[in-house]
Each structure stands twice: as C-alpha cells, then as structure tokens.
C-alpha cells in the first residue's frame, strides 16, 4: 500500500509512472498542479477514473486552482484528512 503524491499537471512522463506504478489498494493524492488533472473529461481525468488505486485531491488547492465547482465527483481531503493519509499508507512516493 502505497501514498502517490502527484504534483504535475497534464500528460507527462511523472504522471504515466504514477498511473503505471499504482495498484489497487493504494491511494493518489492531487496536489499543486496536480488538481488540474482530475477536471472531468479532460485526457488525465480519464486516465485517473481508469486507474485501480483511490484518487483524491487536497481541497486547498482545488480552491486555490479556482476548480471548487469543476472536479465532480473528486474525493477531496483536507490537511488533517492528508496527515491521516500519510499514517495509514505506509510508504509514500512524490511524482513531480
């Protein structure tokens, strides 16, 4: 079980190794950039909805992103709902 932090936006080589890396029972948390990539119909919404592992996005740059009303269905989680996030999973990889 694994925490995957990704922080790019679009298609790119961190983003297709996150997917490929991530199975079921593991967890992709959206961060910075990365919340642009959870807007639905878009090339990287697919891909995520497509993938095994649990995606979520950390609500305060989805606000920051200006895309509060634009992810849909999004699991979004908050500072504390990451520090949970990060004492359940017991390892963590940071895409970039």
């Given at each position: 079980m694994i925490l995957h932090t990704l922080n790019t936006a679009g298609i790119s080589d961190s983003f297709r190794d996150c997917l490929r890396m991530a199975q079921a029972g593991d967890?992709?948390?959206?961060?910075?950039?990365?919340?642009?990539?959870?807007?639905?119909?878009?090339?990287?919404?697919?891909?995520?909805?497509?993938?095994?592992?649990?995606?979520?996005?950390?609500?305060?740059?989805?606000?920051?992103?200006?895309?509060?009303?634009?992810?849909?269905p999004t699991l979004l989680v908050d500072m504390d709902g990451f520090v949970g996030l990060t004492e359940y999973y017991p390892r963590q990889m940071a895409w970039y």
């Open positions: 967890a992709i948390l959206l961060l910075g950039d990365g919340v642009y990539n959870a807007i639905p119909g878009s090339e990287t919404a697919l891909a995520l909805r497509d993938c095994e592992a649990k995606v979520m996005a950390l609500d305060t740059d989805v606000a920051a992103a200006g895309l509060d009303q634009r992810l849909g």
